[in-house]
């Protein structure tokens, strides 16, 4: 059963941007909030809190330093704006993404009860965003690999990542509640190709007044079918069984 989307919602106030590294997500907020200039994002991200205590990110992660990282992104999806719209650089599907990762590479790491913890909290913050907008690596814009910081450019890494992102995204589209709730979920929208043509893609779903515009599950469709269609089982078997 295919995974029905209903644009036509009161209020945009919350919007997450997701996907793995290197893909351009913290350009495509500074790029939006140009063309939106009601948007702001939050004092603090996960990227100061990472820097101030220190935290083991990316392959060198671990279970306290994943959990932790979740309590400021869902912290930060919960917190009440009062009248702001806010864009968030990731939220929690990133972490559980990040999480399942290192479950299936590093279990000594991250443990199964570790990730179903996460999954838990990652539904639960569902309700409290009204889009997602997903920046998944395709074939039609290759955004250039820039290393910062807190960034792995291993290319290798990053496609797995973004292999997994495209996978638990897909049983959202189906209408399974692996990963998100079956019911009080935002839509979760890809968005790709170089910087104009991003923005040109989110005017087919945001207005001037930065609100929502009427879509019908066609379009989404048209939108979503290059998700790609990896067995959620043959990436994370000790999750889903």
């Given at each position: 059963?295919?995974?029905?989307?209903?644009?036509?919602?009161?209020?945009?106030?919350?919007?997450?941007?997701?996907?793995?590294?290197c893909?351009?997500?913290?350009t495509?907020?500074?790029?939006?909030?140009?063309r939106?200039?009601?948007?702001?994002?939050?004092?603090?991200?996960?990227?100061?809190?990472?820097?101030?205590?220190?935290?083991?990110?990316?392959?060198?992660g671990?279970?306290?330093?994943?959990?932790?990282?979740?309590?400021v992104?869902s912290?930060?999806?919960?917190?009440?704006?009062?009248?702001k719209?806010?864009?968030?650089?990731?939220?929690?599907?990133?972490?559980?993404v990040?999480?399942?990762w290192?479950?299936?590479?590093?279990?000594?790491?991250?443990?199964?009860?570790g990730?179903?913890?996460?999954?838990a909290?990652?539904?639960?913050?569902?309700?409290?965003?009204?889009?997602?907008?997903?920046?998944p690596?395709?074939?039609v814009?290759?955004?250039?690999?820039t290393?910062?910081?807190?960034?792995?450019?291993d290319?290798?890494?990053?496609?797995?990542?973004?292999?997994?992102?495209?996978?638990?995204?897909?049983?959202?589209?189906l209408?399974?509640?692996?990963?998100?709730?079956?019911?009080?979920?935002?839509?979760?929208?890809?968005?790709?190709g170089?910087?104009?043509?991003?923005?040109?893609?989110?005017?087919?779903?945001?207005?001037?007044?930065?609100?929502?515009?009427?879509?019908?599950?066609?379009?989404?469709?048209?939108?979503?079918?290059n998700?790609?269609s990896?067995?959620?089982s043959?990436?994370?078997?000790?999750?889903?069984?």
């Amino acid at each position: 059963m295919s995974k029905k989307y209903d644009l036509n919602q009161p209020k945009l106030k919350k919007i997450a941007i997701i996907g793995s590294q290197c893909q351009g997500k913290s350009t495509l907020i500074k790029d939006m909030m140009v063309r939106w200039p009601q948007l702001s994002t939050p004092e603090k991200s996960y990227r100061d809190i990472i820097t101030e205590r220190g935290l083991k990110i990316n392959k060198d992660g671990d279970e306290p330093s994943q959990l932790a990282i979740l309590d400021v992104l869902s912290d930060q999806v919960m917190n009440n704006y009062g009248k702001k719209k806010i864009v968030f650089d990731r939220c929690p599907i990133d972490n559980l993404v990040y999480s399942i990762w290192l479950n299936e590479k590093h279990p000594d790491r991250m443990s199964d009860a570790g990730v179903k913890k996460t999954i838990a909290i990652t539904k639960e913050c569902m309700k409290f965003l009204d889009a997602i907008f997903f920046i998944p690596i395709t074939s039609v814009h290759k955004v250039p690999i820039t290393p910062d910081a807190l960034r792995d450019i291993d290319p290798e890494y990053i496609e797995e990542i973004d292999n997994i992102f495209k996978s638990i995204l897909r049983t959202q589209k189906l209408g399974v509640g692996t990963f998100f709730p079956l019911d009080d979920c935002p839509p979760i929208i890809e968005i790709f190709g170089d910087r104009e043509t991003r923005i040109k893609m989110l005017e087919w779903y945001i207005t001037d007044e930065c609100e929502f515009v009427s879509c019908d599950d066609n379009i989404m469709n048209e939108l979503t079918e290059n998700v790609n269609s990896i067995s959620i089982s043959n990436i994370i078997p000790n999750i889903t069984k």
